[in-house]
């Protein structure tokens, strides 16, 4: 008997027109095999082919293909050279007539034939198993095996292929890109019956093909949640950004019904740093994702409910009740709310950025790309942390790193430690008092005009990769009307709602609002979305901690 496999994902397929025919090779087959590969079978080419895409977007394995020669529409060489482009290290093997064996000895050269059998195989002990078995033998040689795996099949300057990796990468979810220019990408093209008009294709481990999936689509079918498993919570946190996991690792701790909103990845901004050196008890540092995953776990640990690829769209009142509106107009509610929604890098206002992001430009430090950029010329827009980790990360495998700086120096915005290591960075260039005046490109960026913002002088320069970190925009517009606001669009809570003494209109409590509470009774903010909040890592873990705190204080009182 030939060694175990694995039988559930490892195949051996028969096709043949005749069905008396085909269950008798199934049957030899089952009969020698059966307890090591499993045994599917076709009567015809193209039902034959049907199998093989559908077990190549599942991620199983072909070990060996029979084909009878004779079938009408599509003959067994017909069959075998499309079978080749799906499942190319499949051994191929033909059943023939006496009066075929031309066509079979032609079919050598045709589809590198392994090996022709003449019907009847009988007795198989001597004429099939003999055969099937050297023909294993060598395909388990090459060792096949696979791990399911999501498979992203997009395009390089494909602005929504960049998008669906960061998606899954910073949700932690494994999947393997395949270019679709390249061989196997074209293969789970066509096994997806797809023209790769329509990128990227992404292909779950159970073999649902999505198509420009939308991220609630994605992350439904990856295994992340997006229905929340209650209607009501005591705390409702909005954004799993470093505030919000804080929020949420204390609240639910602590005992409260706790779930988090999240519209894209947990981590926020700060989960997309590749490294952040000055956050207490990581001596040599941590990833921003790192970081992120572990407090994600942790927040679940205590029974935290995390919702991802749910856009939050409005806030509502009623009576003690606090109403969370999503985007599809399901709500759930809850006794409080945390609102730790973080902010977004300001979108670069200049002629040409916006038909190019994601197709060179990025918002962010886009770490998926980051291997793309080996060997390049790459340019980072911004003076603060966020754009000097990620110069620090990509100077390691880039030909060169520029960062262009508006400000005349990088310790305005920089922490001291990263500045000391961006100035002894071999390949890092540090150009102040320097914008981008536009970007110029077709299908992705190629070059940058940058002026120097003392002389006016500009300058034409090749570029095909820029990351851009320039200031944060909240993300808040959605409590227009509800929750005050700066001019800026920050949060304003606690003191600062009663900077001259009086209380916030509408007020109608015989306290003044607590120190993270926003002029909503119950509802509160942590984190960057905080008016004069201190944009940093430690100070929002925090502050979502402290608005845990003042959570229980006002369902005490409530």
């Not at 087959?29 to 093989?52: P, T």
């Not at 901004?269 to 490294?275: H, K, P």
């Not at 700066?486 to 949060?491: H, K, L, P, V, Y």
Request: with cysteine.
């Amino acid at each position: 008997m030939p060694e175990a496999v694995d039988a559930k994902r490892t195949v051996i397929l028969t096709v043949d027109d005749d069905p008396g025919v085909s269950r008798a090779v199934a049957r030899d087959l089952r009969r020698h095999y059966g307890a090591s590969y499993r045994i599917v079978r076709a009567e015809s080419g193209e039902s034959a082919l049907d199998a093989l895409r559908e077990l190549k977007l599942r991620g199983d394995l072909v070990a060996v293909i029979l084909a009878d020669y004779r079938m009408p529409q599509m003959n067994g060489i017909e069959f075998l050279e499309q079978a080749l482009d799906v499942y190319p290290a499949a051994r191929r093997v033909l059943l023939t007539a006496y009066a075929d064996t031309d066509a079979a000895i032609d079919a050598i050269n045709v589809v590198d034939l392994d090996h022709y059998l003449l019907k009847p195989w009988d007795p198989p002990e001597e004429k099939l198993y003999p055969v099937l078995d050297d023909l294993l033998e060598t395909w388990r040689a090459a060792d096949h095996r696979t791990v399911p795996t999501t498979k992203v099949v997009g395009h390089r300057w494909s602005a929504r292929s960049s998008d669906v990796r960061e998606f899954l990468a910073r949700n932690q979810v494994p999947y393997r890109w395949y270019s679709s220019d390249e061989p196997e990408g074209r293969r789970l093209l066509t096994a997806a019956e797809e023209d790769g008009l329509r990128l990227p294709l992404v292909i779950t481990p159970d073999g649902t093909v999505l198509v420009e999936p939308a991220d609630q689509d994605l992350a439904a079918h990856v295994g992340l949640a997006t229905t929340p498993a209650a209607d009501f919570y005591d705390l409702v946190v909005i954004g799993a950004g470093p505030a919000g996991l804080g929020a949420a690792v204390y609240g639910a701790s602590e005992g409260l019904r706790t779930v988090v909103v999240e519209r894209s990845a947990t981590g926020g901004q700060a989960g997309q740093s590749s490294r952040i050196e000055n956050y207490l008890g990581f001596p040599d540092g941590v990833s921003g994702a790192q970081l992120a995953d572990r407090a994600r776990r942790q927040a679940t640990r205590f029974g935290a409910e995390m919702l991802t690829a749910r856009e939050v769209t409005g806030l509502e009142v009623n009576g003690s009740s606090r109403t969370v509106r999503f985007s599809d107009g399901s709500a759930i509610a809850a006794h409080t709310v945390i609102l730790a929604t973080g902010v977004s890098y300001r979108q670069l206002d200049a002629p040409g950025i916006g038909g190019l992001t994601g197709c060179g430009v990025f918002y962010g430090s886009a770490l998926t790309e980051a291997a793309a950029c080996q060997g390049h010329d790459v340019y980072i827009v911004g003076g603060a942390n966020s754009a000097g980790q990620a110069a620090m990360y990509l100077a390691r495998g880039a030909k060169s790193v520029t960062l262009l700086v508006r400000g005349d120096s990088l310790s305005h915005s920089m922490s001291h430690y990263l500045v000391e290591q961006v100035e002894e960075a071999p390949t890092i260039t540090v150009r102040t008092g320097t914008v981008v005046e536009a970007a110029h490109g077709s299908d992705h960026l190629e070059q940058l005009t940058l002026r120097d913002t003392a002389t006016g002088h500009t300058e034409l320069v090749d570029a095909q990769w820029m990351f851009v970190f320039i200031g944060a925009a909240p993300l808040t517009d959605w409590l227009d009307g509800i929750v005050l606001r700066d001019t800026r669009g920050f949060i304003i809570a606690g003191p600062d709602l009663a900077a001259d003494g009086e209380r916030p209109p509408g007020w109608e409590l015989d306290r003044a609002p607590y120190h993270l509470e926003t002029n909503v009774p119950g509802v509160f903010v942590a984190g960057d979305a905080r008016a004069e909040s201190a944009k940093r890592v430690a100070s929002a873990v925090g502050e979502g901690a402290m608005a845990v705190m003042l959570v229980h204080r006002y369902l005490e009182q409530s």
